[in-house]
């Protein structure tokens, strides 16, 4: 037993326990999660006239005498088992809103919907992929004395790609508060669309509620630049919501003419600072608008929940753009980032010392840059909820205590530890693997059935 590393012998001593095929089920349950939580309590359920007990769980009867569930991080650098049931949650809840299921009608599939993206403007010239990378016959440089072109053709992989030309010129300061107003900028965004459709066809403003409700789902991407952009799912529908029809003239046509002509109007004024001044803060003039047609004719609906799903998983470090965790100044030299990612951090430090921008807490969201915006935001009519999918998934499994008629249920909780022992985290990894694989099997096995129908290869 010499030889063996501490995480074997550990993961050995797990095996022999007499209770190792609970613990295995306990953490299968969980899809191998890296950093379960561990629970201690109870839950009885009685018939409320006789009194019996007709369920009982308790911890007590459970290996180490505790319950572990799943710590449910959408990050895969975190937990990848949790974070790809977070996105498989997320494709089902964006493919909800486009084509129903999960409660909502199917009929929502015939709205009006559209594929929004929106972007950040510039905040001075990046090294960019795909031609020529800023050609400049002239040459020239700037007041720093570094050349204002670049003439190079860079690979996608190219340390270079993203970063400034030249990181004085660039408009750090604006950089961090237009990420600092992003959410500020989308709301602003959602009410200019309501109010230029309901003008549109000569409607009062205050009566757009009464003829048509706009849902949407949107989620952040960190570009190359560090700047968030955003994808959005919007959909038109009666004023009752998902359940109701647009009036004649919620068309996807007017919906779009409403969103091309509120993106270049937005404007959110930064709050006046001696050092900054004010700032005007608008959306890139590069956005992209386009219509889902329920005839298969414009992109197709999965492909656009599967594209929302994948952002979803990923964190600010994962793409490059700002770190997983809060960050001080003292961090900030030894932060794995580009010099691009560094001096936006700083900026935010810098910035978020200063009075008139405390409510932005530019500080505490220096890690992700100033935006402090969820990555999955959702109106509430779009469609279902991550609890939703959650209850049904705990349905499925008989974990979940429904609550008969006639009966009443007691339930003590307590948190108590999380995370795994060595052993312990070498054994989940093993079970999240199986699972994958068990998935991926079963996707292809899937795959294989649909190019066997009859006609599929025309397709
Ligand atoms: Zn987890
Ligand atoms: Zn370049
Ligand atoms: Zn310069």
Known sequence: ????????????????????????????????????????????????????????????????ERLSVRCRNRRTTVCAPCSRLHAADTFHLIRAGLLGGKTVPATVRNRPRLFVTLTAPSFGPVHHTGDRCRPRRDGGTCGHGRRLGCGAIHASTDLLVGQPLCGDCYDYPAHALWHAHAGKLWDRF??????????????????????????????????????????????????????????AWGTAARLADSVHATVRRVLVCTPYSPAIGELDLCWGQQFDVRPLSSDGTGPDDD???????KYVTKGAGETGAGLDHQVTWDDFDAATVTPHVRSLMRTCWRL???????????????????Y????????????????????????HRGTHADS??????????RYTSSGHSPGAALLAASVAEELA?????ARLELAAGESERPGASFK
């Open 372 to 395: 402090r915006g969820h990555i999955l935001t959702k109106s509430r009519a779009y469609s279902t909820t991550y609890a939703a999918l959650r209850a049904e998934r705990a349905g």
């Open 190 to 247: 959602v009410i200019g669309v309501r109010r230029h459709l309901a003008s549109s066809v000569g409607l009062a403003q205050s009566r757009f509620s009464d003829h048509a409700r706009l849902s949407f789902a949107r989620v952040a991407e960190y570009q190359k630049r560090a700047a968030v952009h955003v994808h959005a799912v919007v959909r038109l529908d009666g004023p009752g919501g998902p359940d109701d029809e647009p009036p």
């Open 437 to 441: 694989t068990n998935r991926e099997v």
């Open 352 to 370: 978020g010392g200063l009075p008139e921008y405390a409510p932005l807490r530019l500080r505490a969201w220096a890690h992700t840059l100033g």
């Open 1 to 64: 037993m010499r030889q063996l590393s501490e995480t074997d012998r550990d993961a050995i001593r797990i095996a022999q326990d007499p209770a190792y095929a609970r613990w295995l089920a306990q953490i299968t349950a969980t899809g191998g999660c890296a950093h379960p939580i561990h629970l201690t309590g109870s839950t009885t359920t009685r018939d409320v006239t006789t009194g019996e007990i007709l369920h009982r769980y308790d911890t007590r009867d459970e290996p180490g």
């Open 404 to 413: 008969l008629p006639g009966t009443v249920t007691d339930a003590h909780w």
């Open 303 to 309: 492909a656009v929940a599967a594209y929302v799903a």
